[in-house]
């Protein structure tokens, strides 16, 4: 028996791109937005991309043109560890980043 897709989330920033990732379920990716490693590597990964940083973040559930931008890019890293993958659903970023 395949296991069951993950769900797609997105965090949006008001001054920057749109964020995409996959988790459980909302509670999951709502609980990742309040750890102190998961906050501290989106702002990492935001500020690699010259964009302002916050203090905290919320999920939101993907549509489904955006979870579909999303496992475009997650598929060309398919090969990666077990982690959080967050993709830019901007175009012209095509930075996404593994976070542990």
């Known amino acids: 028996m395949l296991p069951k897709p993950r769900s797609i989330f997105v965090l949006h920033a008001a001054d920057g791109a749109d964020l995409a990732f996959a988790a459980e379920s909302l509670e999951a990716a709502e609980a990742l937005c309040h750890t102190a490693w998961f906050v501290r590597a989106v702002d990492e990964f935001r500020a690699h991309n010259g964009e302002a ?19 475009r890019v997650a598929d060309e ?24």
């Open 77 to 100: 890293f398919f090969g990666l560890p077990d982690c959080v993958f967050i993709a830019p659903l901007a175009s012209g970023q095509n930075t996404a980043e593994c976070v542990f």
């Open 53 to 71: 940083t916050t203090c905290c973040y919320q999920a939101r559930p993907a549509s489904d043109i955006e979870a579909a931008l999303y496992r």
